[in-house]
């Protein structure tokens, strides 16, 4: 009898962590929150614009649900955004809907076209401390944003925020099993509509739609003339749109302890962009505020509550339109507050923090936050932050560069041995440290550790030479690493410094 063959054992295949259980229900109910908090931002959104509510609600819809498939940070929440209907608005209010949507599809397309050469990569250039400031000016926003709701209201609103944060606050002391915001706002709802207060609701932000999305070509004259009109609103769309995606996503990294794939999330915005336009929505990017709710205050940390924020969304527009209008906006209005006090970095405005940071950090971030505020736009606000900080780091390390020299024994030359990066910022000051008058008649100099980064250092040693040349003296310049002395043999002397 031949021996027993052992029993082919087949791979177990793991199920996806969102089908358990407790992940699941963490995510179904993180996304009705987000559902229910993007209906008043999304109307807010399309008045901004000068659109009609149901073009920023069927973007958040759409935008909601293509990310949830490509973007590459998973629980980040897309959807229509006031940097977007800024950009795109006075298109909207000349030329009129369609040219609006025309530049949503080509912002898309440029979105991808910049993935591809690899526009994500320049998330490093990022620092720190500008993406604390951009933390904090992302705080700050929200709160201002909520403050419009709290003036000229009925005195009944203040009791109801009140007690709204006290539930926001107190139920996760108690329990997790069930979202914090959604309690507040069945529990503010349940209280307006039986007690039949009369306050601010959903309903008045603007009218709910009644029917689905349909795909359509945006009635346009597809000409150059028309390109040429659209272009600029579409490469804000896409640079303003990525910005705050990218930035939103490397927050949600360091918040959950992950990482994203960036060139995926941007082309992924790229693709979620075109697919908006083409169902008739105003386009929109990553939204920081609804993303902090998503993995913040609910704890969600899977594409599925981003899919079913955008699911839960349209049910709740199109089929339970009437329930949502009952909303108090005093409930929402208390979820974004607590989602702002969260959001800012105390710890960096701390006395004992800025004491000790070096004076430029702290720069950069008030740079950063101050700018946001002013604009209302984070990507400019980031931009100048990225600025501040690229002349202050230019400034610092320009006065790390040091020449020494030394008196050949002979005395018939002199030897100046330089120490440091050169560049734009540092060569100007170095062509003041030779003694062209009294120096021998042979001058070497070392560059042994020196690295020449830029034409302008080239040119400060062209100029150099040229000021010893003028008196007959003679310069050899020896040492130089193999990426300098590329760069010195290609441009030495066919730059006119000194002339």
């Known amino acids: 009898m031949s021996p027993e063959l052992p029993a082919v054992t087949r791979p177990r295949l793991s199920r996806p962590s969102w089908l358990t259980p407790k992940v699941l229900r963490t995510e179904v109910l993180a996304g009705l929150v987000v559902a229910l908090a993007l209906v008043p931002e999304a109307i807010s959104f399309s008045i901004l614009a000068g659109v009609d509510p149901r073009v920023g609600l069927f973007a958040s819809f759409t935008m909601a649900v293509v990310i949830a498939i490509c973007g590459g940070r998973p629980a980040m929440i897309s ?81 109801l925020v009140g007690l709204a944060l006290a539930i926001m606050i107190g139920l996760p002391r108690i329990t997790r099993a069930v979202p914090a915001p959604l309690v507040t706002i069945i529990v503010l709802t349940g209280i307006t509509v039986i007690a039949g207060i009369a306050v601010p609701t959903v309903g008045d932000q603007g009218e709910l739609p009644n029917s689905l999305p349909t795909l359509g070509l945006p009635q346009i004259p597809w000409t150059v003339d028309t390109l040429t009109l659209i272009a600029p609103y579409a490469l804000g769309v896409a640079l303003v749109g990525l910005m705050e995606s990218l930035m939103t996503a490397k927050l949600v990294d360091d918040i959950t302890d992950t990482h994203s794939n960036k060139t995926r999330e941007s082309w992924g915005q790229g693709v979620a962009n075109i697919v908006t336009g083409f169902f008739g929505g105003m386009g929109g990017c990553a939204m920081i505020g609804q993303t902090m709710i998503n993995v913040k205050a609910s704890g969600a940390r899977t594409r599925l509550s981003t899919f079913l924020s955008g699911v839960f969304l349209l049910i709740l527009v199109v089929s339970l339109g009437d329930v949502v209008a009952t909303i108090p906006m005093a409930g929402l209005v208390a979820v974004m507050i607590i989602v702002s006090v969260s959001t800012f970095d105390w710890h960096s405005v701390a006395p004992a923090t800025l004491k000790r940071m070096p004076w430029g950090e702290t720069l950069v971030m008030v740079a950063t936050v101050a700018t946001t505020l002013v604009t209302h736009n984070l990507a400019i606000g980031v931009v100048i932050g990225v600025l501040t900080a690229m002349v202050i780091f230019a400034n610092r390390v320009a006065h790390l ?99």
């Open 79 to 159: 959807a229509a955004t006031g940097a977007i209907a800024l950009v795109v608005a006075p298109l909207a209010k000349e030329h009129g809907l369609d040219y609006l949507i025309a530049a949503v599809i080509l912002g898309g397309i440029f979105q991808v076209l910049l993935a591809l050469l690899g526009v994500a990569r320049l998330m490093r250039f990022i620092p720190r401390s500008v993406m604390v400031g951009f933390v904090n000016a992302l705080a700050i926003l929200i709160f201002s944003a909520q403050v419009p709701y709290l003036l000229g209201v009925p005195w009944l609103v203040y009791p």
């Open 401 to 499: 560069v040091e020449v020494t020299s030394v008196l050949d024994p002979d005395g018939e030359s002199r030897i100046y041995s330089v120490h440091g990066e050169l560049f734009f910022a540092a060569s100007n000051d170095l062509v003041y440290q030779f003694d062209y008058a009294n120096d021998p008649q042979h001058v070497v100099i070392d560059m042994t550790h020196a690295h020449v980064w830029d034409a302008s250092s080239v040119a400060a040693l062209d100029a150099i030479t040229t000021k010893y040349a003028a008196r007959g003296k003679t310069v050899e310049i020896i040492e130089l690493n193999q990426p300098s002395a590329a760069i010195h043999g290609n441009l030495a002397g066919n730059l006119g410094g000194g002339h």
